[in-house]
């Protein structure tokens, strides 16, 4: 049965056409769909540089490329382009698979051959070339074909394997980087077999299986399961190029098993959530969960959640979906704790309880929130259920030294207030999943068969110990994914402490696929230097985190007033739709929900439409924390000033514990990091008046 395959490029150009354009785009697939037939619509073109390349009529001025296969039955969407474009792509372009690697490769032929003609005298006069240290059957064994050997014995600089880097197949490059920067062919081979689909390299690759080189390459194509799947992928054509999988995420996500927890961590846009989302689909299509037992992938906000279910939604359809619970782990606790209890949940959050703990720190010497944040981040951190054990802990994340009196007057005040909540019937969501975790330990029930959470890093340990609670521990229980750089939420954990053990099973992502360098790079320099803790207890870095992407360098603008930056905004979001970006594949982040409702009512007085942060159907608009694990194509951050950026009073003060101030700066340093980093062609940052200390300078 012939399939159908789409390539990333394809959906990338899709996104942007005018409506007119993408309505024949889809008639014509329609048409296409038919794989029965599908060759029949196809058209050869004249002097093409490779006979399996054609094109397809969208319009008079529009059409299709397709790479058609002479064997097998593996058809490829590679693009659509302007009538000229397309007949330029085909007459240029050649495909072929990677003799060392088997992945589909692409390569512009025509500018290739150019640029060795403007290198032959360069190279002639050269006493010394690039790549002289390395025999060509070396070059060989790492994929080098015989074409790109030719132009590689040419180079004399660095700066001339950047130039080529456009018009040659990406694998081979990537060789040719490592061997440059120093690699002997033994490193270069390991680190170009990373990306390998599976652990091991292809025995025998067939030089004209494009289908199985297709499959080896999950970052480039999909294959699409039969017309009901093409309507979906191109009525979200941008949602749909998230869930693309590099081969290295791809391995982590489709492994067959693994023996116990797993942890994946990496900066921001390495596809983290990407990965737990391919990992959940492909556990609900392996296992027949028995007795009905579900499973369970959760993150730590409702907003999340909808996106996570959104996303598993392009990858596994009915009856599969069933097995698969995608809820946030404070509704999971909560119900938890209901079923349990036979009674209603009452959640309030710290400024709700703020006047019950002020009034138990009453003669202590102590805030109210001093007290709280006590409670929270020590007492209730470390499941302290006794004096004693308060008395003898240690107070992590804490720089108030507190002497022993201290502690039992501390103590006592967390009691009162305690006891005060619990007779009101009130709780916060970590207390309801301590709770929560105790009842699952003391009846011995374990709801889920697997348990998969993205944005690890912001869960509170109480959160951690009801997460360890839901599965039962075995082969494939929990698989979590993090970055503590983007911890928006002063939540320190080691998971080794909470009895999960992820040693031999822990990988990192470190190329960003979806941020270009130039935004990777100024939205580093927004998170200071201060030393980083991972889920591990070791110090977390970002010296190997890059993008492969490159584009403009964000933009920072300065006002005098907030009325004229609205405005500037205004015309910055009409100006990025004009030029065929979709609506909801604009992001507008503010600090505050008073900010964002600000942004709103401009960009409504200009005509522009809003919507939620997880919605659609308009420019999509929030605040910071809303921003926490979306993805857009364009972002806009308002009101990174002074006053805003830190928030003044989310911030411990310096003279109550300096320690939880410095984690508090650092915190809403990652805030705006995060907002920062969920853009993908294009950021623009712009404040009033005085400008954050945060922005790089």
């Known amino acids: 049965m012939p399939q159908l395959a789409i390539d990333k490029d394809f959906l990338s150009r899709y996104a942007k056409l005018d409506k007119p354009v993408r309505k024949a785009v889809e008639d014509t697939l329609e048409r296409f769909s038919d794989l029965h037939h599908a060759g029949q619509h196809l058209e050869k073109v004249t002097q093409a540089r490779d006979p399996r390349v054609r094109t397809i009529r969208v319009t008079r001025d529009w059409r299709g490329v397709v790479l058609a296969p002479e064997e097998g039955d593996t058809y490829m969407l590679v693009s659509v382009l302007p009538h000229d474009e397309a007949y330029e792509y085909v007459r240029n372009r050649r495909f072929s698979v990677n003799t060392a690697l088997g992945v589909l490769e692409v390569r512009d032929e025509g500018r290739m051959e150019t640029m060795s003609q403007v290198l032959q005298p360069v190279a002639q006069a050269a006493q010394q070339r690039l790549f002289d240290g390395f025999r060509d059957r070396d070059l060989h064994a790492l994929g080098i074909d015989e074409q790109t050997l030719t132009i590689v014995r040419l180079l004399v600089e660095e700066e001339h394997l950047d130039a080529i880097r456009p018009m040659m197949p990406a694998s081979q490059h990537n060789v040719l980087v490592a061997l440059a920067s120093g690699m002997s062919v033994d490193e270069a081979w390991h680190e170009a077999s990373r990306d390998l689909v599976d652990e091991e390299p292809p025995a025998d690759i067939d030089p004209n299986d494009l289908g199985a080189a297709i499959r080896r390459t999950p970052d480039r194509a999909a294959v699409v399961d039969g017309p009901e799947e093409l309507r979906d992928i191109l009525e979200h054509p941008f949602d749909a190029w998230r869930t693309f999988l590099h081969p290295r995420q ?3 996500a489709y492994r067959p098993s693994y023996g116990g927890p797993v942890m994946v961590t990496g900066g921001a846009g390495t596809g983290k959530t990407v990965t737990a989302v391919h990992r959940a689909a ?8 028995p007795d009905g037992t579900p499973i369970l992938l959760t993150t730590f906000t409702t907003s999340l959640a909808e996106a996570l279910r959104h996303q598993l939604g392009l990858l596994v359809r009915p009856p599969l979906d069933e097995r698969v619970d995608v809820r946030n782990i404070d509704k999971v606790a909560v119900e938890v704790v209901r079923d349990a209890t036979g009674g209603t949940v009452e959640v309030r959050s710290e400024r709700e309880l703020l006047w019950l703990w002020e009034e138990a720190a009453r003669d202590t010497g102590l805030t109210g929130a001093f007290l709280f944040q006590e409670w929270e981040h020590v007492i209730l951190a470390q499941d302290l259920g006794t004096e004693r054990g308060y008395l003898q802990c240690q107070r992590r994340g804490r720089g108030s030294r507190l002497g022993q009196q201290q502690r039992r007057a501390v103590w006592q005040a967390v009691l009162r207030a305690t006891r005060r909540m619990a007779d009101e019937g009130l709780r916060t969501f970590p207390q309801v999943a301590q709770e929560a975790a105790a009842i699952l330990e003391r009846e011995g029930h374990r709801p889920y068969r697997h348990v998969l959470v993205d944005e690890a890093h912001d869960l509170h340990p109480a959160k951690w110990r009801l997460v360890r609670a839901l599965a039962p521990e075995g082969p494939d229980d929990l698989f979590v994914t993090g970055d503590p750089h983007q911890r928006i939420y002063d939540h320190r954990v080691s998971l080794a402490a909470l009895g999960i053990n992820v040693r031999g099973r822990s990988h990192r992502l470190s190329v ?14 927004v998170l200071g230097s201060a030393p980083v803790s991972g889920l591990d207890d070791l110090e977390d870095r970002l010296d190997d985190y890059s993008s492969l992407l490159r584009g403009r360098r964000p933009e920072v603008a300065a006002y005098e007033t907030r009325e004229a930056e609205l405005d500037g905004l205004a015309a910055r979001v009409a100006e990025w739709v004009e030029h065929g970006v979709e609506p909801d594949a604009v992001g507008v982040a503010a600090r505050t929900r008073s900010a964002a409702d600000s942004v709103r009512k401009r960009l409504a007085a200009a005509g522009v439409a809003t919507t939620k942060l997880t919605g659609s159907g308009g420019v999509r608009v929030g605040t910071m924390h809303g921003m926490k694990g979306l993805e857009f194509r364009c972002v806009a951050v308002v009101g990174v000033d002074a006053g805003r950026v830190p928030l003044d009073h989310h911030l411990t003060p310096r003279e109550e514990d300096p320690v939880a101030h410095g984690h508090d700066l650092q915190r809403e340093r990652n805030l705006l990091f995060v907002a920062c980093t969920r853009a993908r ?17």
């Open 250 to 252: 791809h391995r982590i």
């Open 282 to 289: 492909h556990l609900a299509g392996r296992y027949t969960p």
């Open 512 to 525: 960003s696929y979806r941020s270009t360098q130039e935004i990777l790079s100024w939205a580093v320099g």
């Open 681 to 697: 062609d294009a950021l623009a940052v712009s404040y009033s008046g005085e400008a954050s200390p945060f922005l790089p300078g």
